[in-house]
């Protein structure tokens, strides 16, 4: 078994992190993004859409994207549980997580692409797309804001992959140079415990 990814320094990777919670070790290959080493043909023949992270079996099996390679996981080792335990709170769990993955994480993102020398000369990059990325990020991270009011976590009573996923998208805009409002208290209390776990250094 083998999990491709990026090494990024300054910013957690959500399998990898998952992975550390549940106390689970995979060998890792790092693919490097920068030297263009997701489009080699070497590459391409184990993700033909040059993206990570990919998990590689023993047997050849090929499990491409972040949510399934955690779902895989999930099955085969369910505690302690980061995806629910039950039918609502599994929903509960699928729900916030997907709202933090476009909310926050793709909205971070789009910032970055549209902003960031790393990206000019890849993409067409477009102040107002990088504007409008913005004011959602703004709008959904106040409303996380108002929901972590009377809880730890984002979807209830433990930390799940909603968390991770929240964890990353932060991470992200940090990159985009986006900060966290400091009126956002819920928010920033939620982040520093986040930060504070082992598992945020994977």
């Not at 090494?7 to 263009?36: C, F, M, S, W």
């Not at 080699?40 to 491409?64: A, C, H, Q, W, Y």
């Not at 549209?114 to 990206?119: D, G, I, L, R």
């Not at 932060?170 to 966290?180: F, N, Q, R």
Request: proline share 6%.
């Amino acid at each position: 078994m083998k999990l491709y990814d990026f090494a990024q320094a300054h910013n957690p990777r959500k399998v990898r992190v998952y992975l550390a919670e549940k106390g689970i070790q995979v060998p890792l290959q790092t693919v490097d993004l920068g030297k263009g080493e997701q489009r080699s043909l070497e590459f391409l023949k184990i993700n033909p859409l040059g993206v990570v992270p990919v998990l590689e079996l023993d047997d050849g099996t090929r499990i491409p994207e972040s949510l399934a390679i955690i779902e895989y996981f999930e099955e085969l080792h369910p505690n302690p549980p980061l995806i629910g335990t039950d039918p609502v709170s599994r929903a509960l769990v699928r729900g916030y997580e997907r709202r933090c993955e476009q909310g926050v994480l793709a909205q971070a993102a789009t910032i970055f692409q549209h902003t960031s020398p790393f990206f000019a000369g890849r993409v067409d990059q477009t102040p107002k797309v990088a504007e409008i990325a913005r004011k959602n990020l703004t709008a959904r991270l106040a409303w996380l804001n108002d929901e972590l009011k009377d809880r730890e976590w984002v979807a209830g009573e433990r930390i799940s992959i909603a968390d991770i996923t929240l964890l990353i998208g932060v991470g992200w805009a940090k990159v985009a140079k986006y900060e966290l409002d400091p009126a956002w208290t819920n928010l920033n209390r939620w982040y520093d415990a986040m930060k504070a776990r082992p598992s945020a250094q994977a």
